[in-house]
Each structure stands twice: as structure tokens, then as C-alpha cells.
T-cell receptor
Framework: DAGVIQSPRHEVTEMGQEVTLRCKPI?????LFWYRQTMMRGLELLIY????????DSGMPEDRFSAKMPNASFSTLKIQPSEPRDSAVYFC???????????FGPGTRLLVL | DQQVKQNSPSLSVQEGRISILNCDYT??????FLWYKKYPAEGPTFLIS?????DKNEDGRFTVFLNKSAKHLSLHIVPSQPGDSAVYFC?????????????FGKGTHLIIQP
């Protein structure tokens, strides 16, 4: 049974470039979450979706960040333009509304030079 | 203002002994608590959880204790094994039932020494 799939696993880009991170949740899960992990702030929630609808995006740091979930099996997190302070590990997680436990993907390690 | 705090960045325990990881929270509206384990270059994996209506939950070598009045929870691992070496995150959510974001502590790096 496949878990949460994230791509790419690693991304190195230059400041000012657009970055797109991708996530495929576990089949049958209807809630999807994007988290970011940094040394300074730890793991923090950016945004989450229920049934493809964004519910809470209060954690999105700036307008440079946007997230979409066009269907139940795919979500993107876009940063445009990227800045060095966006360097972090970005995790996607999914679950169902009947569960408390969230299941995390392996993460995308982003480095913005 | 961190709502979930893990004040020990690291903890070293001898193999076979008990590991105790601590977590404090400030928001009394949190209703459900989870512990996740994380190895390098992997995502966090769920370990054990507890609802605010309970004070203890046990699963094999892992037990979580919740003290609501003190806003404190702890994870006990006994006996500790080398494979337990990882970063452990405490997390909390506001609502039981229904998907909601998790608020994480910064983690405790547990090192099990042979």
C-alpha cells in the first residue's frame, strides 16, 4: 500500500525562481496538509484541505506561497519568487476526517541559493 | 509563542533502561495529543496518541501519560532499544474527530547507547 508520495525529494534553485512541490495523498484520504520544518521554527502547519477545499491557510507565510488541490489525488505547493529563507524541508500529510492520525510523506528538501 | 514545548533538545539513555520524553502545552483547548518518531531523511511516523479524556495510553513498549491540570504529557519507552534512536515530536490538535492541523513541539533527539 503506497504511502504519501512527494516529489521532488530534493530541489536546489536560485533566488527568484519559481518552485513547485507536489504531493499525492494516500488513496481514500480526504484531508491533506502541508507542513514546513526549519531549525528555527520546527514543524509548522502551512495550509490544509478537506475534500479538496482549503480550510485554513493562516500558516502560509506570505503571498509568495500558494497551494492548490485540483483533485483528491494531487496537491501542489508553489513558491514564487523563492527566497533563501524559504530553504526548509516541506512535508505533505494526509488522513481521513474519521481519524486523528496524520500520515506523512518523506518530505522535499528545498535549498534556495 | 510556542504552544507545544519540548524543553529537552536531546536525551541519552542506556539500552534496556527507560526513556522518558516530556512535553508541555499552553493552550487548554487542545483535545488530542500525538507522538511522532522521525528518522533522518524520512517523514514523521505516528507512534502513539491520547485523548484529553484519558490519562494513560499504552501500546507495547510505549506508554503516554497525560496530566491535564499541569498541561503536561510524557512518553515512556521501556525497555529502550537501539532502533528507538530518533527524533520524537509531541503534537496536539484542537478537535477530536474531524481533520485539523497539528501543532508540533520542536522535538527531542533520543540517543540509545549500547
Amino acid at each position: 500500500d503506497a504511502g504519501v508520495i512527494q516529489s521532488p525529494r530534493h530541489e536546489v534553485t536560485e533566488m527568484g525562481q519559481e518552485v513547485t512541490l507536489r504531493c499525492k495523498p494516500i488513496s481514500g484520504h480526504n484531508s491533506l496538509f502541508w507542513y514546513r520544518q526549519t531549525m528555527m521554527r520546527g514543524l509548522e502547519l502551512l495550509i490544509y484541505f478537506n475534500n479538496n477545499v482549503p480550510i485554513d491557510d493562516s500558516g502560509m507565510p506570505e503571498d509568495r506561497f500558494s497551494a492548490k488541490m485540483p483533485n483528491a489525488s494531487f496537491s501542489t505547493l508553489k513558491i514564487q519568487p523563492s527566497e533563501p529563507r524559504d530553504s526548509a524541508v516541506y512535508f505533505c500529510a494526509s488522513t481521513t476526517t474519521e481519524q486523528e492520525t496524520q500520515y506523512f510523506g518523506p518530505g522535499t528538501r528545498l535549498l534556495v541559493l | 509563542d510556542q504552544q507545544v514545548k519540548q524543553n529537552s533538545p536531546s536525551l541519552s539513555v542506556q539500552e534496556g533502561r527507560i526513556s522518558i520524553l516530556n512535553c508541555d502545552y499552553t493552550n487548554s483547548m487542545f483535545d488530542y495529543f500525538l507522538w511522532y518518531k522521525k528518522y533522518p531523511a524520512e517523514g514523521p511516523t505516528f507512534l502513539i496518541s491520547i485523548s484529553s479524556i484519558k490519562d494513560k495510553n499504552e501500546d507495547g513498549r510505549f506508554t503516554v501519560f497525560l496530566n491535564k491540570s499541569a498541561k503536561h504529557l510524557s512518553l515512556h519507552i521501556v525497555p529502550s532499544q537501539p532502533g528507538d534512536s530518533a527524533v520524537y515530536f509531541c503534537a496536539a490538535k484542537f478537535a477530536v474527530g474531524g481533520a485539523d492541523g497539528l501543532t508540533f513541539g520542536k522535538g527531542t533527539h533520543l540517543i540509545i547507547q549500547p
